[in-house]
Structure formats: structure tokens, C-alpha cells
């Protein structure tokens, strides 16, 4: 008689399993584009992640205010084309 | 169309980080520019599909840190092990009388020889005390170990280690001497 695996024996834990190494990777290519970058755009693309308004930018980026949205706009072009370039599209 | 606008101000607009006057300019002339229009798109998918993966690499769980060598983890585990013998081990006192432990010392039988062999004075063999026990420092179960001799205080405190395929010591005896 052979084993047949039933829905009850599947491992439940594989699934998130899956998704975990699938976050690493997100993690890690996300790493890798900005440390490509150059580390001002890193920067503000880090900041504006974490949170921070265009003032709280300009504060800590020693920038005019005027300059974050130009500054915004060029990091998240450079780093949607790098990674697009090493990874293609998918998220 | 004259007056358009640079793609700093569109991304700010796009974050709503400009002030009221200027947002409903730049809003007015949106709806009157295809071009701008077209670019503020483009600017807000982007920023929309930057801002997604940022967010999930945040939620993604920290990468776990180097693992420490395995020579590391041996000498900690060694240091750490000689620390808890020379807390286990009592002081020696010179006052304190040396317990006699008793022992039946069976001589060996005479042989008999075809001429008496002259008397050689031999010293008593040195009674060996019983070995110590080991004492457990974890209860991990280990297929193999080998055995550390370590001593400190140039010799006069020496001790067993068990040290497990981990690098680790998993038992201790004490040696006295």
C-alpha cells in the first residue's frame, strides 16, 4: 500500500516558510540597488521611507526645501531603473 | 504650453508637501497640459512602485548575523569552563587534614626463583585517587567529544573539558593532583 499524503498531513508551515525566504530576498535585492545608488539618494529614499516630511528632509539632509522633490524624483528614477535592470519588474 | 512645470514640483505636488497657493496652480494647469499631465503619471507611478517596495523590503524579517567562528565559540566556551573549575574547586588549606582514604592493597605473590635475587629497595607505587565525576554544563546529548586537559596557576589546577563537535564544552572534571 503506498502512502498517499492526505490535506491533513501537509506541512502548514511551508507556506510561511516560502514567504519568509521570499522577504529576504525583496530584503536583500532592495540592499543591493541602494547600496548601488549614490548614498545621498539612498539616503533620501530611506528617510522619506521611514516617514519623514519634505522639511524634515531638507533638515537633516542639509538641502534647501525647495530641492527635496527634484532630489526625490532623480533617487526613485535611478533606483527604479537599477533595479529594473538587475530584477525586472516583479516586486 | 508655457508655464509648465519642473518634475520637483510635481513630485512634491504628488506628496502633497507644497503649500495650498501653489498645489491648486499646479492642480489648475494639470488639468490644461497633457504633458504635465503625462509626466505627474509617470512621477506618481514610480513613486508609487518605489514606495511598495520599500515598504516590503521593511516588512521583510532581519537577516540574521554572521555566525561567530567556531574557534571563537571553543575558546569562550573553554575560558568559560575553567572559570566555573576554579569555582568549584575548594581552596586548598594546609591546616585542613588530608582525608586518608582506605585502600586494600593486595601484594603481589612470590615467584619462585632458582636463585634468590638480591633485595631492590622500590618505592611505593603512588596511590591513584578515584577520578572525578564530570560535571555537566548542559544537558545537549553529543555523539562525539574529545577530551581538553586545561590548567592555570601553572599547573597546580588542571581540568577535563568535554568538548562537543559544537566547539563547546559540555562537561568538566576536575583533576587533583
Not at chain 2, 586537559?149 to 588542571?158: C, E, I, K, M, Y
Given at each position: 500500500m503506498r502512502y498517499a499524503p492526505t490535506a491533513a498531513s501537509a506541512n502548514s508551515a511551508e507556506p510561511e516558510a516560502l514567504e519568509r525566504l521570499l522577504a529576504e530576498e525583496r530584503r536583500e535585492r532592495v540592499q543591493r540597488v541602494l547600496a548601488a545608488l549614490k548614498p545621498r539618494d539612498a539616503q533620501m529614499l530611506l528617510l522619506r521611507s521611514s516617514g519623514m516630511s519634505y522639511r524634515e528632509l531638507a533638515e537633516t539632509l542639509g538641502i534647501q526645501l525647495g530641492s527635496v522633490g527634484s532630489m526625490m524624483a532623480r533617487a526613485e528614477q535611478e533606483f527604479e531603473r537599477r533595479y529594473r535592470a538587475r530584477y525586472g519588474g516583479h516586486l | 504650453m508655457k508655464n509648465c512645470w519642473p518634475d520637483g514640483d510635481l513630485r512634491a505636488y504628488i506628496d502633497g508637501e507644497l503649500a495650498s497657493d501653489a498645489r491648486a496652480t499646479i492642480g489648475a494647469h494639470l488639468e490644461a497640459c497633457s504633458a504635465c499631465g503625462a509626466r505627474h503619471?509617470?512621477?506618481?507611478?514610480?513613486?508609487?512602485?518605489?514606495?511598495?517596495?520599500?515598504?516590503?523590503?521593511?516588512?521583510?524579517?532581519?537577516?540574521?548575523?554572521?555566525?561567530?567562528?567556531?574557534?571563537?565559540?571553543?575558546?569562550?566556551?573553554?575560558?568559560?569552563?575553567?572559570?566555573?573549575?576554579?569555582?568549584?574547586?575548594?581552596?586548598?588549606?594546609?591546616?585542613?587534614?588530608?582525608?586518608?582514604?582506605?585502600?586494600?592493597?593486595?601484594?603481589?605473590?612470590?615467584?619462585?626463583?632458582?636463585?634468590?635475587?638480591?633485595?631492590?629497595?622500590?618505592?611505593?607505587?603512588?596511590?591513584?585517587?578515584?577520578?572525578?565525576?564530570?560535571?555537566?554544563?548542559?544537558?545537549?546529548?553529543?555523539?562525539?567529544?574529545?577530551?581538553?586537559?586545561?590548567?592555570?596557576?601553572?599547573?597546580?589546577?588542571?581540568?577535563?573539558?568535554?568538548?562537543?563537535?559544537?566547539?563547546?564544552?559540555?562537561?568538566?572534571?576536575?583533576?587533583?593532583?
Open positions: - | 503619471r509617470e512621477l506618481a507611478e514610480r513613486a508609487a512602485w518605489v514606495s511598495a517596495v520599500m515598504a516590503l523590503s521593511e516588512n521583510a524579517p532581519e537577516i540574521p548575523a554572521a555566525r561567530p567562528r567556531r574557534w571563537l565559540v571553543g575558546a569562550v566556551g573553554l575560558a568559560a569552563s575553567l572559570g566555573i573549575a576554579l569555582l568549584l574547586l575548594p581552596k586548598r588549606a594546609p591546616d585542613r587534614p588530608t582525608p586518608v582514604v582506605a585502600k586494600v592493597v593486595v601484594p603481589p605473590a612470590p615467584v619462585q626463583t632458582a636463585a634468590p635475587a638480591p633485595a631492590v629497595h622500590r618505592p611505593a607505587p603512588r596511590r591513584q585517587e578515584p577520578p572525578e565525576e564530570f560535571l555537566r554544563l548542559d544537558d545537549e546529548p553529543i555523539e562525539t567529544a574529545i577530551i581538553v586537559r586545561v590548567s592555570a596557576d601553572n599547573g597546580a589546577l588542571q581540568a577535563d573539558l568535554i568538548i562537543g563537535p559544537d566547539g563547546r564544552a559540555h562537561a568538566i572534571r576536575v583533576v587533583r593532583q
